[in-house]
Antibody, heavy 120, light 107 residues
Framework: EVQLVESGGGLVQPGESLRLSCVAS????????MTWVRQAPGKGLEWVSA????????AYADSVKGRFTISRDNSKNTLYLQMNNLRVEDTAVYYC?????????????WGQGTLVTVSS | DIQMTQSPSSVSASIGDRVTISCRAS??????LAWFQQKPGKAPNLLIY???SLQSGVPSRFSGSGSGTDFTLTISSLQPEDFATYYC?????????FGGGTKVEIK
């Protein structure tokens, strides 16, 4: 059974940092693209970042470019999102999701989400 | 960036109704489109990928069509468990983008 479990969310002040983790199980993690998608309270889905299977290619939304870094440790079946210089508008539930292939960005399994709140 | 525009933003329907949701891309995306269903407090669930391919385990009352810039999600006979918000997403190029969502409500 495919499982994705996010952790690392919490309450931080503007300008602070957080690192989110997503532990994967039930599939060959190193063979699939992975992504982070967020959802602000009461709002729609916003794509944040993605990485292909090897981690050699990464991409970011303009809203987080230069502040967030996606990475993966295929030996630990874990996806990360390092979030620096957080802003109030980064407040959201952050989901990790699995791609349908190593380089295809349809997302067929999602974690339960972790809430990040940025507030002074 | 490719903008995805969904319509309507909400629809009221009854059990057994046929419901159609539209998604328009600001430029051609071939068939690189997915549809998701999301219920309150839950993660999104993939329904359709590649514009018209039904994800494993998804009921056959869901179908997708279209290519290029215009796409449609159809629920052939609305069931109680289908009341939710639906999103389209383009997968052809970064940044990946979602539509604004369509909320299907009970009439």
């Amino acid at each position: 059974e495919v499982q994705l479990v996010e952790s690392g969310g919490g309450l931080v002040q503007p300008g602070e940092s957080l690192r989110l983790s997503c532990v994967a199980s039930g599939f060959t993690f190193s063979s699939y693209a992975m992504t982070w998608v967020r959802q602000a309270p009461g709002k729609g889905l916003e794509w944040v970042s993605a990485t292909r299977d090897s981690g050699s290619n990464t991409a970011y939304a303009d809203s987080v470019k230069g502040r967030f870094t996606i990475s993966r440790d295929n030996s630990k079946n874990t996806l990360y999102l390092q979030m620096n210089n957080l802003r109030v508008e980064d407040t959201a539930v952050y989901y990790c999701a699995k791609g349908t292939t190593g380089s295809t960005y349809y997302f067929n399994y999602w974690g339960q989400g972790t809430l990040v709140t940025v507030s002074s | 960036d490719i903008q995805m525009t969904q319509s309507p933003s909400s629809v009221s329907a009854s059990i057994g109704d046929r419901v159609t949701i539209s998604c328009r891309a600001s430029q051609g995306i071939s068939s690189w489109l997915a549809w998701f269903q999301q219920k309150p407090g839950k993660a999104p669930n993939l329904l359709i990928y590649a514009a018209s391919s039904l994800q494993s385990g998804v009921p056959s009352r869901f179908s997708g069509s279209g290519s290029g810039t215009d796409f449609t999600l159809t629920i052939s006979s609305l069931q109680p468990e289908d009341f939710a918000t639906y999103y389209c997403q383009q997968a052809i190029s970064f940044p990946l983008t979602f539509g604004g969502g369509t909320k299907v409500e009970i009439k």
